[in-house]
């Protein structure tokens, strides 16, 4: 049972080589590093040596809730899976944040977070129920697919059981196999599957029957009414004529409003082209040949929804055609990416999507890196420029790919999906075996054979060393945007800068791109002093950058979902002005553990941990050169307005001396008086003594 | 669900094995109790010694009228979410802390069958087994302004007879409050239910009677 708020108090420490398990006390980490993404950084920096390879058994797999999860908070229910990443070249420690039920279940059943480390010397699952843990032997799961594994547990241990697992491609180590929870979330990008299949580890399911204590319940509760009320409005409230459009359903019915919605005046009935999504932030129907499945009958469609959450993101889908699976994607992993990125391809939107979805969960491949890369369309178009050939991909290809995403080549049917995708997961033949190492290794090995694939390596790679990171942006100006690539663990803070709320408000509320403006304007200087923040000067850029980095550090520590920090900044029904509120995460944290603290508290309290990160990365070697990008990224029309040289000398100066920060310019190391102002001494020690790291004064 | 009939004569049965129970030597059931056991043997002082049938028949022949609830909350499992706010909400207002196993309504999500919900709620039931059953004067009673069969945490002895009698049941939405020994029930939060007001897709709803 709880025994503080927001906590149960317990981490569990798995090693799988020896099979021992233990328990340590979560209050070595909290209240001072939060949660979640603050003290995986930390346990990580006490467990891994920085000479451990992304598969070595000593690479510990850190699951870590946050404050919030697993009481009401609204979109709380992320948790932080951090490891060496096996992503990159150089690998290098990173995390990522998969949402669910699992964090909320793993506190029912007493635990905070999980660390495993070690090699179990037979495939083995963790089964953790109400204040135990236990290893079982996986040997009859191995090999299974990610669906098939999750039966059988759940046969084992009740449907309510959450599990999180690998699929084949994480067994057989592809580099970028995500972790896949509750069927739906994955862990993107950092590659946490292929470390959980070096370690033997097929799965952890966990069930809970206890309680988290919470210190103001009744402000919890209110507070999770009032983000709702930035999102949308209740029936009754519809009915008293407060709100508009008159729905009574979650904000994905904005979203999608595919099975509920009758064609929305003014939006076309079938997508056309994959732009009109991207402007209209998904007012298309992503799902309109399935409708016929739908007006049919023989498959249902609905909402799901994370725990304790408002949003209700995930499209789930109950089918009674077996041409067509049953399942649920979450809003921007699983399922409904696909439907829009495919929204131009009219032969394969919808059902096609759906089956690549399932394909993808089952194999354990996340959906937007199975193939070369960023999505199949990396894949597209090495076929395009003839790097790819039909004897290189073992597939017939009856028409040439179109290079516009318009038209659909007839060779991208399911079996040909299906079968790129299985070759890659088990790693057959010699192009799948090497794009099963994962983009970088992938494209640079391509790159050398033939010099045909570096544009679209290069599209890829921009970053000096590090790719863990999204190739896309979506901050507020290319400036900040270069700023928080360039520094970032993994670029994350996508949705707590501007984009996404303010593209919803849009879509949503059905204003006029001049409205967005204004709303954009009013927003830019509440948020960072200036009413744009998107002009092509340096002026700002830097703070602003810390500033969306460190919100973002909050969402991963509270942690709540990048929903929540959108409308933490817009918000869909907050008319007139549309603003959100970014201090809904100090609210959260207060009225969870009793704890008052500031929304500018809480932002400072993000300094420390991202300092411990950047001593992880310090400590595996990264310096200021690779705070940076490879000279093709300075030659795109993007970086006409400024140079190489200003950004890498006076733009990152700027950065490093902030106070938030406080690196050396020389090197990139944090100095000694800023670590220790931030209380972390023995992170200056230990970098000295221990991994032979020059701290700066 | 039982209809208004038979209802009213099971509140009887309610009255008499109450009095059977705790009164010991309850007026009313002395005699009937007399006549169906033998009778050399004192009042039971711990499970009674009835024979069910007589007394069901028995009690019969007293009609009793029930107060109805004003109403009673309903999940749509085709439109719920599996969010679960309801069962956080539930519990945090009822106990001030977060746990699902003491929520009164509840789901089972099947993820791997597209998110298919089983859900329970109570339903208020004209004829209340769990009332019926309850053994405690008072523990499981109807709240005046609501008409909700609701528990007094006081009286409750937590011998979990109103878990098993609903009709709901193995999937009771009264639940077990292992902590505290007792049992827990929909109360219609006062007559505004939370779980309603705060269910993102409008899955669930109040049912209101007529009363």
């Known amino acids: 049972m709880a025994t503080s708020y927001g906590w149960t108090g317990k981490i569990l420490r798995v090693d799988l080589t020896t099979g021992k398990i233990t328990e340590t006390p979560t209050s070595d980490y909290v209240p001072k590093l939060i949660g979640g993404r603050g003290v995986a950084a930390m346990i990580y920096w006490e467990t891994v040596p920085p000479e451990c390879a992304a598969f070595d058994p000593e690479n510990a797999l850190i699951m870590m809730t946050g404050v919030a999860s697993g009481t009401l908070a609204p979109s709380a229910s992320k948790f932080t899976i951090a490891s060496k990443s096996p992503v990159p070249v150089k690998e290098c420690y990173s995390y990522s944040n998969p949402s669910g039920h699992w964090s909320t279940e793993l506190k029912f059943a ?59 491609a994480g067994e057989n180590l592809c ?12 862990t993107g990008i950092t590659g946490a599957g292929a470390v959980m299949g070096s370690k033997n580890l097929k799965a952890i399911a966990v069930r809970g029957t206890g309680a988290v204590n919470v210190a103001k319940p009744q402000e919890l509760i209110d507070l999770w009414y009032y983000y709702r009320r930035l999102l949308t409005r209740t029936p009754a409230e519809v009915a008293a004529g407060d709100g508009w459009p008159a729905t009574n359903r979650s904000l994905s019915y904005y979203m999608y409003h595919g099975p509920h919605m009758p064609k929305c005046e003014g939006h076309p009935a079938k997508p056309t082209d994959p732009e009109v999504y991207f402007k209209n932030n998904g007012l298309d129907d992503p799902i309109s040949l399935m409708r016929e499945a739908v007006d049919a009958g023989t498959v249902k469609m609905k909402y799901g929804g994370c725990y304790g959450c408002p949003v209700c993101c995930a499209l789930a889908y109950q089918s009674t055609d077996l041409s067509i699976p049953s399942g649920s994607g979450q809003c921007n992993d699983m399922e409904s990416w696909p439907a829009y990125e495919w929204a131009g391809y009219e032969k394969v939107v919808g059902i096609p999507s759906i089956w690549y979805n399932r394909w993808c969960d089952d194999l354990g491949l996340g959906i937007t890196n199975p193939g070369p890369g960023y999505h199949f369309y990396m894949f597209m178009d090495l076929i395009n420029l003839g790097v790819l050939t039909p004897e290189m991909i073992g597939f017939p290809l009856e028409s040439a790919p179109s290079s516009t995403y318009s038209e659909l080549p007839q060779a991208w049917t399911l079996e040909f999906i299906r079968t790129v995708l299985e070759k890659i997961a088990y790693r057959e033949g010699e192009l799948y075996d090497a794009m099963a190492e994962g983009a970088e290794r992938f494209l640079t090995s391509l790159a050398e054979k033939n010099p045909a694939a570096a544009p679209v390596r290069d599209r890829l790679m921009g970053h000096k060393g ?14 900040v945007s270069a700023i928080i690539e360039a520094t970032d663990l993994r670029k994350s803070p996508n949705k707590t800068t501007t984009g996404m709320g303010k593209s919803f408000v849009a879509s949503s509320a059905g204003l006029t791109d001049e409205q967005v403006a204004e709303i954009q304007k009013k927003g830019n200087l509440k948020y960072f002093g200036t009413e744009d923040v998107s002009d092509k000067s340096w002026d700002n850029k830097v703070s602003i950058a810390i500033k969306c980095q460190n919100l973002s550090t909050l969402m991963d520590c509270i942690t709540y979902c990048g929903w929540a920090g959108a409308y933490s900044l817009y918000s869909t029904y907050n008319p007139p002005d549309y603003l959100g509120d970014w201090e809904i995460g100090a609210k959260v944290f207060s009225a969870v553990t009793g704890q008052e603290m500031t929304h500018e508290q809480m932002v400072e309290a993000m300094n420390p941990i991202w300092n411990i990160e950047r001593a992880i990365h310090v400590r595996e070697g990264r310096r200021r050169e690779y705070d940076t990008f490879k000279d093709h990224v300075y030659e795109s029309s993007s970086w006409e307005w400024t140079s190489k040289e200003e950004f890498e000398g006076e733009v990152l100066d700027e950065y490093y001396n902030d106070p938030a920060r406080g690196w050396d310019l020389d090197t990139g190391i944090p ?19 221990k991994y032979g790291v020059e701290v700066p004064e | 669900m039982p209809n208004e ?77 599996g969010c679960r706010t309801c069962e956080a909400v539930c519990t945090l207002s009822h106990e001030g802390v977060n746990s699902p196993a003491l929520a009164r309504t509840w789901i089972v999500d099947y993820i791997l069958e597209g998110r298919r919900i089983e859900g329970w709620t109570c339903k208020q039931c004209q004829g209340p087994e769990c009332l019926y059953a309850c053994p405690v004067e008072g523990a499981l009673h109807i709240d005046e302004a609501t008409g909700a069969r609701v528990i007094d945490a006081e009286k409750c002895i937590g ?16 639940r077990y409050d292992a902590q505290n020994e007792i049992a827990v029930k929909c109360d219609l939060c006062g007559g505004d239910p939370l779980c309603v007001k705060y269910c993102p897709e409008s899955s669930l709803t109040f049912v209101e009677r007529e009363v």
């Not at chain 2, 011998?159 to 009264?174: G, R, V």
């Open chain 1, 110 to 168: 007493g635990y905070d977070g999980i660390v495993v480390t070690g090699k179990s010397p037979k495939p083995v699952y963790l089964w953790v129920n109400d204040g135990e843990a236990e290893l079982r032997d996986a040997g009859r799961l191995w090999g299974t697919t990610l669906s098939n594994m999750m039966l059988e547990v759940q046969n084992l241990h009740g449907p309510q059981a959450r599990v999180l697992g690998i699929g084949p």
């Open chain 1, 175 to 186: 580099r970028q196999a995500p972790i896949i929870v509750d069927r739906e979330h994955a």
């Open chain 1, 466 to 479: 590090y790719y863990v990171i999204w190739s896309d942006s979506d901050a507020p100006s290319p400036g």
């Open chain 1, 671 to 689: 100095r000694r008086s800023t670590l220790e102002a931030q209380g972390l001494k023995k992170i200056a020690d230990e970098l000295e003594s």
């Open chain 2, 5 to 81: 009939e038979e209802a009213a004569k099971k509140v009887s049965r309610k009255q008499f094995v109450k009095g059977a129970v705790v009164g010991g030597a309850g007026v009313a059931a002395t005699g009937v109790l007399a006549s169906c056991a033998p009778a050399a043997t004192p009042i039971a002082t711990e499970a009674p010694p009835v024979a069910t049938p007589t007394i069901k028949e028995i009690i019969k022949e007293v009609p009793v009228e029930l107060q109805q609830a004003i109403g009673y909350v309903e999940r749509d499992v085709e439109t719920c979410a």
């Open chain 2, 159 to 174: 011998c979990k007879l109103c878990i098993e009698a609903c009709i709901q049941y193995p999937n009771s939405p009264i």
